[in-house]
C-alpha cells in the first residue's frame, strides 16, 4: 500500500497517511471563535492532500488559557461555529480532529488572571509560574471539563477529538516527574501519573460513545535527566492502550530543541510502541522528506505521519511530496 492511498487510522477513513499536527496559528477572536482566516488555513490543507487535519490546541475553561488568540471550546455557543469550519474541511476530502487542551504553569497568555493548576506548587523554570497544586476537586473538576468539551467536539462535527498530553500543559506535568512531586495516588509510580490521563479519557468515553475517536498525543521523554524517561512513556500508553485510547501520537517536551538538521526526533520511541501495541501509532516531529518517511513506513509498523512547520511553510506540501 502506497502513502498516498486511502486507509484507516483505526475507524476512522482518511484519504492517505499524512497528518497535519497540532499547530498553533493565533488566528482564532479574542474569545478563542475560529475565523475565516482559520477556516481559509485548513481549506488550504485540506485542498493540499493532507489526510487528516488536527487543529491546534484548544482551551477548554474560561479561566485560563495558554496563548492569546487561540481556538476555545470551553462553551455550546462555540459549536455553530466550527460546524462552518468542519463543514469546509469536509467539503475538501480531508478528515479534522480537533486537539483539545488545559494549561498549566509552562505558558499562560494572561497569567495574572488565570487560575493556574498543576500537580504540585512548583516554579516553572521558564516562566517563573508557581501553580496552585491541586486539590481532589480540582482533579474532578479538569477531568469534567475535558469531557463535556469534547462533547462539543462531537456536536460540531469533528471526525475525533485529541488529548493534549505533550508540551508542558497540565497532562504532561502530571506524567512528568519533574513537575509532579505528589504524594497521593496520582503522583509517584507511573500507574499513579498517568491516572489523571485514564480518567480524562474514560470520562470522555462516556460522553462521546464507544464508536467516537479519541486519539492522544503524549510525550515519549522530557528530554532531560530525571524526567519522564521512554520506559516511563511506554508503559503509560500501554495503559491507556488497553482502557481504549484509539490513536496515539508520539512527541516530546523538547521538540524546539532539536536542530534542523535532525530528522525523526521521536521514531524509536515510537517504533518501540509501535511492537508493544496494535493501535495507530503517528510519528511527528522532524519529518521532512520521503527519505525521512519511507525506511519507517517499510520497514516497521509506524504508519502515519504528522508534520507541523513544513505545512505551516506551504499548505501544499503533501502534494508536493
Known sequence: MSLFEKTHIGQLEV?????????????????????EAIIE???????????????????????????KNQLGIYCDDLIEDYRKLV????????????QIVHGSSSRQAFPDQAKILGPSAITHETTGIIPKEMS?????????????????????????????????YL????????????????????????????????????????????????????????????????????????????VIEVSGN???NHKPEESAYYKDAAIELSELVNIPIILTGGLKSLDDILPIYN???????GFARPLMKDPNFINKL
Open 136 to 168: 481532589k476537586e480540582d482533579i474532578l473538576s479538569v477531568v469534567d471539563l475535558f469531557a463535556k468539551a469534547a462533547k462539543r467536539v462531537q456536536e460540531a462535527g469533528f471526525d475525533g477529538v485529541q488529548i493534549h498530553c505533550a508540551h508542558g
Open 87 to 98: 463543514d469546509r474541511v469536509h467539503d475538501c476530502g480531508s478528515k479534522i480532529v480537533m
Open 254 to 256: 523538547a521538540w524546539k
Open 299 to 305: 520497514n516497521t509498523k509506524v504508519q502515519f505521519f
Open 41 to 67: 488555513l485548513y481549506e488550504k490543507l485540506a485542498k493540499g492532500n493532507i489526510g487528516t487535519i488536527i487543529t491546534s490546541y484548544s482551551y477548554i475553561t474560561e479561566y485560563e488559557q495558554p496563548a
Open 171 to 246: 497532562l504532561s506535568q502530571f506524567i512528568s516527574p519533574l513537575y509532579n512531586h505528589r504524594s497521593d495516588e496520582y503522583g509517584g509510580c507511573v500507574e499513579n501519573r498517568v491516572r489523571i490521563v485514564q480518567e480524562v479519557y474514560h470520562a470522555i468515553r462516556k460522553e462521546v460513545g464507544k464508536d467516537y475517536p479519541i486519539w492522544i498525543k503524549i510525550n515519549c521523554s522530557d528530554e532531560v535527566p530525571h524526567g519522564l524517561t521512554v520506559q516511563d512513556f511506554l508503559k503509560m500508553a500501554q495503559i491507556l492502550v488497553k482502557d481504549g485510547i484509539d
Open 15 to 35: 484519504k492517505n497517511h499524512f497528518i497535519r499536527s497540532a499547530t498553533y496559528e493565533g488566528k482564532a477572536t479574542i474569545d478563542g471563535r475560529p475565523t
